[in-house]
């Protein structure tokens, strides 16, 4: 038995070890040995293929072009002229071909890759395609309405001024197919959220029912800086009453495979990100479709389309709808539509971290720093435990006494394994220790712990947001040492792989030595992803570590097992 155990432990090992040199060699910036990733091919978007009651496809990115302001009024007719917008919080840059979003600044929010710039989510680039675009569907095959490819002219003013809380910018057609089509985009000051009005004039001398769709298109790419040591998700996400939140998978699209809930009269289309997302809403009770496809090789698109009412002939008809871009506040997210926090995505374990960062935030309003925060909350669940862990602790502090006769039975009886594993079990039942009942207190916090971890790796207001002395990035490793051959060394997770061999030393050593040499080579193993990991995760585990030494060493003493340290012996 014992050698089983041993060989799986040995395999466990093993696999970690592979693992983790593979993650190496990624964020080196070389190839997996053992585990390589296909290629992401380069992006590039089809030709123009309209279809009945189809999405038309995008424009291929021009590189060609450069963005540039224009002045305000009525632009020149050349349709892939820029035009830059800004409010007090966002910096966009709408194509006048089709009055598409193609870029969108957060001016709140500075990118730590690249000093002296800000944070860049939606973009037209050779690195980057992640456009909103909208427009006009459901004509016959002969005809043609205004889309996200119409050439349109633009008027208003293109800065909010200090004083401002507004700001009006529009995008007209001409007639396209007796269509004509008027994008009115508004931003509020201090907004994360454009009210996005769309209003259709029939000009046909016809009725006409056009389909409005509106969409995101994304390259596959995962996020520039996006750590190899932990995953966070990165697309398409569909949401409404009945299935709630649905992630899918890029992959998934690619391989005609996502599962999502297609008709539904509410919720919202979204691609979501580490920290970031974009999201078009509609209204309650408007019905629509929703939709992701494949556009190209590793281009994407995501949205709905809803069926207009009639438009009687000369008549006209508007719609407003939404679209978010921005950071993942969760408090802000509930305001704007019930369901849209979930883009901020804890997987399975919502139901756990979503008390966690309300407590966060509410220990953030008192404290007024993001990192005392964390320490402050873990002493609280640390507290909320203390009595699970003390049972731990006593279960551990008994083995701890009962340890040198284990050692002296395992020497005397080593030839002889059966009766070995006898004579254990009556040493547990004469001096009443249960050898798992240290582990068993410590599994049922396990999912809070997991639950906080996604918490503060999710929390956007940890971005550039200072701890003390060094620390001034919660959200980014600690580099106070400097980088050494590609691995960031710092002060904190130094600390916390001295407090973890400290706490490990303080446990009793398992029997078998095999083991024993496990119990300390896996949690040193563990401790070096924590120089990859963001500095508010390194402090919740440092405090957490500290807080339990410091309550097994006052158990170990109150039951007379003095704290003694069981150095490993390799040989």
Known sequence: MNDIRRSILWVIFGFTMVMLWDQWQIYNGHKATFFPAPVATENKAAAPTPKTNDVPQAVKPDDAVNPGVIAAGVSSNSARERIDVRSDVLALTLDREGGSIIRVEFLKHADVLHPGKNIVLLDESKDRVYMAQTGLIGAPISTTWP?????????????????????VVQFSSDVVGGLQLIKTYSLTKGNYTIEVKHEIINKSGQEVAPQLYMQLLRDGNKPDGESSFYST????????????????????????????????????VAIVQ????????LADGIKREYFARKVDQNLFSAGMITTLPAIEANGKYSIDARFFVGPQEENNLETIYPGLELVKDYGWLTILAKPLYWLLYKLNYYLGNWGWSIVALVVLIKAAFYWLNAQAYKSMAKMKAINPKIQEMRERLKDSPQQMQQEMMKIYREEKVNPLGGCLPIAIQIPVFIALYWVLLSTVEMRNAPWVLWVHDLAAPDTSLGTWFGVPIGILPIVMTLTTVLQTALNPAPPDPMQAKLMWIMPLAFSVMFFFFPSGLVLYWITNN??????????????????????????
Request: aromatic residues 16%; hydrophobic residues 35%; charged residues 25%.
């Open 147 to 167: 889309t996200h490819k119409t050439p349109m002219r633009f008027s208003g003013a293109q800065k909010m001024s200090e004083d401002q809380k507004e700001l």
């Open 233 to 268: 998700f990165t697309g398409p996400a569909f949401y409404n009453n009945t299935k709630k939140y649905q992630k899918v998978e890029f992959t998934d699209i690619e391989k005609d495979k996502a599962i999502f809930e297609k008709q539904t009269s509410e919720g919202y």
């Open 274 to 281: 580490h920290y970031f997302a974009s999201a078009w809403l």
């Open 546 to 571: 500290v807080l339990s030494i410091a309550q097994q060493w006052l158990i170990n003493t109150r039951m007379g097992v003095p704290p003694q340290f069981n150095l490993p012996k390799f040989r």
